[in-house]
């Protein structure tokens, strides 16, 4: 099984400023055919997980620009240019060579 | 529009069964593979399994290998998981999520980008 570890799992951020999560992977996701199997999903608070990011930066359809993944092999990097107070809620990362594992989740919150 | 609607949660005890369904609609279900995840109270999310369009692929997560069971049924746009043995652990809101897309040239991943609003199962005596 692939380990997912997210760092920092809590994040304190301030409208306006940028932030970033990082994930890292106990094998690399860098499949044959070029793409790395990685998933951004965000949890708002009282509601189901969202995609935001597939296949390591390919962004979901309806994500702002502000949101960008990037990253290869074992180490992903999710940025938000600018946090909106929306933006709060839960981040997950997620591999997705079967059998798929999350990470642990960073919480992000406002200031 | 386009969703998916799990049903089936409830209250069971350690040892018994349940099965979960998944209505979707707004697509053409058949065209895509389906997963359900889960997530336990106040903890994070866990994958269980996979199932392809045709159902000839199948994944679980190891933690509910030999006890779950996905299924799909094309013809009424719905996906099922079987759940036997229930432990005290399985208890969390259960979600289906839209998954790969099958085309006839190959599958295109583009994450799990259709979620439900879950049912939750609770394994209680």
């Known amino acids: 099984e692939i380990v997912m570890t997210q760092s920092p799992l809590f994040l304190p951020v301030t409208p306006g400023e940028p932030a970033s999560i990082s994930c890292r992977s106990s094998?690399?996701?860098?499949?044959?055919?070029?793409?790395?199997?990685l998933d951004w999903y965000l949890q708002k608070p009282g509601q189901s997980p969202q995609l935001l990011i597939y296949?390591?930066?390919y962004r979901a359809s309806g994500v702002p620009d502000r949101f960008s993944g990037s990253g290869s092999g074992t180490d992903f990097t999710l940025r938000i240019s600018r946090v909106e107070a929306g933006d709060v809620g839960v981040y997950y990362c997620?591999?997705?060579?079967?059998?798929?594992?999350f990470g642990q989740g960073t919480k992000v919150e406002i200031k | 529009q386009v969703q998916v609607v799990e049903s089936g949660g409830g209250l069971v005890k350690p040892g018994g069964s349940l099965r979960l369904s998944c209505a979707a609609s707004?697509?053409?279900?058949?065209?895509?593979?389906m997963s359900w995840i889960r997530q336990t109270p106040g903890k994070g999310l866990e994958w269980l399994s996979y199932?392809?369009?045709?159902?000839?692929?199948?994944y679980y997560a190891d933690s509910v290998k030999g006890r779950f069971t996905i299924s799909r049924d094309n013809a009424n746009n719905s996906l099922y998981l079987q759940m036997n043995s229930l432990r005290v652990e399985d208890t969390a809101v259960y979600y289906c999520?839209?998954?790969?897309?099958?085309?006839?040239?190959?599958?295109?991943?583009?994450?799990?980008?259709?979620w439900g609003q879950g049912t939750t199962v609770t394994v209680s005596s």
């Open positions: 999520a839209r998954d790969r897309k099958e085309l006839a040239s190959g599958g295109v991943y583009s994450g799990m980008d259709v």
């Open positions: 707004g697509f053409t279900f058949s065209d895509y593979c």
């Open positions: 199932i392809s369009t045709r159902g000839s692929t199948i």
């Open positions: 094998q690399s996701l860098l499949h044959r055919n070029g793409h790395n199997y």
């Open positions: 296949l390591g930066s």
């Open positions: 997620m591999q997705a060579l079967e059998p798929r594992t």
